[in-house]
């Protein structure tokens, strides 16, 4: 065996560039594949047994040894995750005019963002009050050419159904306005501006960035900000936001290893003047998701099963007759190496491709089928033990952790979380990495967490071999779309947060990645058919039943809407929605899906509306349309700050 220890000691030189040397870690914490709650389309309860407690380090030293020993654990081979990141609307909100000596004049309605919790602000393009809009139509990067109308405009949308550019700010981002302060989240600094006279706007904060910006809400006039910065420099202090800044003995980590790229820190800032009035720093995955609601902040810090570890695990537990004796005993002594995860990847391919290739092409046919269906069902039974995905609560007003707990798999996005009267829903994809066989097995899960984010029921087993494309949480109602050919919509019973039902599910063709609630008894679906815009009203009046009461693929091959649910503008007095499309822009029924209007407008970013008059922005232009005769009324080409 002198070559296998001479072809290990030159790994643990490559492995240093892949990630450093492995430490012993314990497995993600699972459920027995006999458990009765781990079978399709079942129910049951999944209670981690690993701990999922945040600790701080004693010292600089201590933390910068963590993240260490963290990155050596699983490195980038460790990842393989769903890929990228993929409420009804608020009642129309009123502004109200006022005389000189305080006397109300008149009230219009306008529309607000789509948001996911009514009363918490969302950072988007487009901010209005009724008589003023604030857009942003790019996020202006350093070196971005000037081709179109860049920086932020202030446009006059009063009387409804006319629109003037009245105003211009040099820079670009998301806004969030907190009544006379317009927040403005850029790539490279947080700047507030008072907005108190529109046509003059006056800037009165401004914190530099160093990370870029998660996730943002506005709530009760405080804008909460999660920063993301990268670890690969000195990982503390951290420093995200000037005037911010975290020592490394105040940085939390989860108890155990977990990928460490990203250091995640909830700032708390007043928006009518930027000073922080707390932060908190925690040390996770690249990806999280972040969602919020009136008393807590929610942060995923997803954490899968190195490759190279379920590689090995698989090939000595499940493969071992196949393979040589010489091979196996190999394998053996790689896994009692102090290797990097990559390094062991990287042998156990050397030693399957070496046995391969002795065999002539019908043997080796023959050997891969066999191994690809022994992964199948090797995987299939340790699928929810493969990929954990902590959850860590912080409370919106001193930002203390209030609670941490894990489930099983990794969500897709914010609306896979959702608190409702002290439960927290999450939906999750659970999934097996892809080897060399097969693509991954994956199943579909919701689970139910109380008070202690301890896991109190769940609904497991939803369309094996889908994933999650879209999740709507509505009530004591869930809603959650699958896809791989077709689209189940299922449909779940929350009511019992300990013992969560499947009611009903619906397949057909596309998708729907985005739901939103039309009624009590009417759910649209926006999502895709064969490369087009597909629009689907469901009836779910009967849960155990949802049916298609209207199905429509449009002649568009994109909207923004699909994956972004800023882009989406409900009207529910006109009983019509607006989606931009590639082609301008079309407003759509909600009675029956006909279009009623086709937009003609160059690059369409959003929409909303002004007493009855529909205002639609596009990169360099507004066009307003009255939504009683969908006639035009209204159009300015947007002008840069400088000219």
């Known amino acids: 065996m002198a070559s296998t220890r001479a072809l290990v000691l030159a790994l643990l030189v490559v492995g240093a560039s892949v990630g450093g040397l492995v430490l012993a870690t314990a497995s993600p914490p699972g459920m027995d594949s006999d458990d009765p709650g781990s079978g399709p389309g079942t129910t049951g309860t999944y209670a981690p047994d690993g701990d999922t407690d945040l600790v701080t380090a004693d010292s600089a030293a201590e933390f910068e040894s963590y993240v260490r020993q963290a990155s050596r654990a699983y ?9 990228d990141r993929v409420v009804m609307l608020a009642d129309a909100e009123m502004a109200v005019e006022t005389t000189s000596d305080g006397s109300v004049t008149k009230q219009v309605r306008h529309s607000s963002t789509n948001v996911q919790e009514v009363g918490i602000g969302e950072p988007d393009l487009v901010k209005t009050d009724g008589r003023v809009a604030y857009y942003s139509p790019t996020e202006r990067f350093r070196f971005q050419p000037k081709d179109g109308a860049t920086g932020l405009h202030v446009l006059s949308v009063r009387p409804p159904g006319s629109v003037e550019q009245i ?106 003047t930027g000073v922080p009035d707390a932060t908190r720093s925690i040390v996770g995955p690249r990806d999280s998701v972040v969602y919020m609601s009136e008393e807590s ?34 394998l053996r002594a790689v896994r009692g190496y102090n290797l990097s995860d990559g390094a062991r ?100 899960d919701v689970y139910t967490l109380d008070r202690d984010l301890d896991v109190a029921g769940s609904v497991q087993g939803m369309s094996d071999g889908q994933e999650v494309f879209g999740v709507r949480f509505v009530g004591d109602t869930g809603y959650v779309v699958t896809f791989r050919q077709v689209d189940p919509l299922h449909v779940l019973d929350l009511s019992d947060p300990t013992a969560p039902t499947e009611e009903g599910e619906l397949k057909l ?9 039309l009624s009590e008894d009417r759910l649209l679906g926006i999502g895709e058919e064969d490369g087009r815009v597909k629009t689907v009203i469901f009836d779910v009046s009967d849960p155990t039943d949802p049916t298609i009461e209207h199905s429509r693929v449009l002649r568009a091959h994109w909207s923004a809407a699909v994956d972004n649910h800023h882009a989406f503008l409900h009207d529910q007095r006109h009983e019509v929605f607006y989606l931009p499309t590639e082609f301008g822009g079309q407003v759509v029924s909600t009675e029956d899906l006909s279009t009623h209007k086709r937009v003609s407008i160059h690059d369409p970013r959003r929409a909303i509306y002004v007493g009855d008059s529909l205002y639609v922005f596009g990169q360099q232009e507004v066009v307003v349309l009255n939504e009683t005769t969908w006639e035009r009324t209204g159009h300015v080409r947007l002008s840069s700050p400088e000219t």
Not at 351 to 360: E, K
Not at 420 to 438: D, F, S
Not at 509 to 517: A, C, D, K, Q, V
């Open 167 to 272: 105003g211009a700010i040099d820079e670009s981002g998301r806004l969030l306005r907190a009544n006379d302060t317009l927040v403005v989240l850029g790539h490279e600094a947080v700047t507030g501006y008072d907005v108190s006279d529109p046509a003059t706007p006056e800037q009165v904060w401004n914190r530099s960035l160093d990370g870029r910006v998660t996730g943002a809400r506005l709530l009760d006039g405080q804008v909460y900000l999660v920063v993301a910065s990268g670890l690969d420099r000195q990982p503390c202090p951290v420093e995200p936001l000037a005037g911010v800044s975290t020592p490394c003995t105040e940085v939390l980590h989860p108890s155990g290893l977990v990928p460490t790229e990203t250091t995640y820190t909830v700032a708390k800032l007043d928006a009518e």
């Open 345 to 444: 990847y990287a042998e156990a391919q050397h030693v399957l491709n070496t046995w391969l290739q002795s065999m002539d092409e019908a043997e080796r046919k023959r050997v891969n089928e066999r191994l690809a269906e022994r992964y199948r069902n090797y995987t299939r039974d340790r699928l929810r033990e493969l990929t954990t995905t902590q959850v860590v609560e912080v409370r919106t007003g001193d930002l203390a952790v209030e609670a941490t707990g894990a489930v099983p798999g990794e969500p897709l996005n914010q609306w896979a979380l959702d608190e409702h009267e002290g439960t927290l829903r999450i939906a999750t994809t659970v999934r097996a990495p892809r080897m060399r066989w097969q693509p991954a097995n994956t199943s579909n």
């Open 75 to 83: 490195g980038d081979s460790g990842r393989f995750g769903l890929g």
């Open 297 to 330: 902040l929610y942060l995923t810090l997803t954490r899968p099963t190195p490759r190279g570890e379920l590689m090995l695990d698989f090939l000595l537990e499940s493969a071992a007759d196949e393979l040589p004796p010489e091979s196996v005993e190999h």
């Open 509 to 517: 063709p596309g998708f729907s990645r985005y739901l939103h609630p």
